[in-house]
């Protein structure tokens, strides 16, 4: 029986034609960020109708350069604890603190309240993350950071093709971080983006240039100079060339995970799941069931895989904190993560339908 994968990628001849293009030009990678590098930062900037954006090497870099451009050192980030620990290491990375807050009960972003609840004297920023391609309230959390006149970097890396009030994530947003695993809805070898919607945004480029190449700044033939620290961050040619293609398909494959979402939204018998919306990309379905490990293991033996997204960040020993986040924990011990990618089958989501019905 094969197996009904939880993630995979939906691929063709023109990614199998850009890798072979690509592996024999012998031009592999560019710390400048030179050649497909470049041309995917451009397509994937008139994408989301912003004004710039830099490619990286991953979305945890990404997020690492984003808050490295607000000097968050001892100073507190405030984000969700339902996120992948990507999102918390990026501040400790940058000498900040990552303050948990609860999420919305129905879409499992952070919410507003709860983010007002925890403004301190020493927040510097908000870290919303756009759970399975749901957008948090972009809207209420833009008017929390302008009262407090505090910074805004969004976590994207579920996001790619979500809108939110109908512009697309991306567009509008001070630092947005993408991510480009290879189970993402633009799926890379590995990448990430940072999208830049800020005044001086041409500067900001120019810094995080080069940061996502160890620094390096000013460079002319074989000198070059370093002002400050960086990394080696920067975006692989291959990844680049799979990007371009996936993104020319992003649209049409993330349709089809709607139509999907939309059929699970009707025929479950589930009493909570995620909501369905036409703005949301769904690259994570999630269902609550009460009894999960038994419940999983009936799945497995059913030929369907599922996941679990996520343990949350403040169960983990580095991230532990005394005060309770009453919705984030209620949830996590029921969450599963259910088949959805552009590789399903009809027959595959009618049996994955009719299996989650039978045991629950």
Known sequence: MKKIKLFEPFTGKKEEEVIKKILNSHFWASGSGNGLV???EENFKNYVNSKECVAVSNGTAALHLALSMLDIRNKEVILPSMTFVATAHAIVLNGGKPVFADVNESSLCIDPKE??????????????VHFGGFSADLKKISKIAKDFNISIVEDAAHAAGSKYNGQKIGSHGEFVCFSF??????AMPTGGIISINKKQS??????????????????????????EIGWNYYMNEFSAGIGLEQLKKLDTMNNIRKKIAKKYDKKLNIERKIPFNEECSFHIYWIC????????????ENGIETGTHYKPVHHMDMYKIKSKLKITDNVSTELVSIPIHPNLTEENVEKIIQTINENV
Request: charged content about 45%; proline content about 3%; overall charge positive.
């Open 289 to 300: 069931i009460k009894n999960r490990k038994k419940f999983r293991k009936k799945l497995d």
């Open 181 to 186: 695993h290879p189970v993402k809805n633009l």
């Open 202 to 227: 041409k500067e900001i480029v120019k810094k995080l240039h080069a940061k996502r190449w160890c620094g390096i700044t000013e460079r002319i033939e074989t000198d070059y100079n370093i002002k």
């Open 38 to 40: 470049k041309k995917f």
């Open 115 to 128: 983010i007002e609840s925890k403004i301190t004297k020493n927040t510097k920023a908000i870290l919303p």
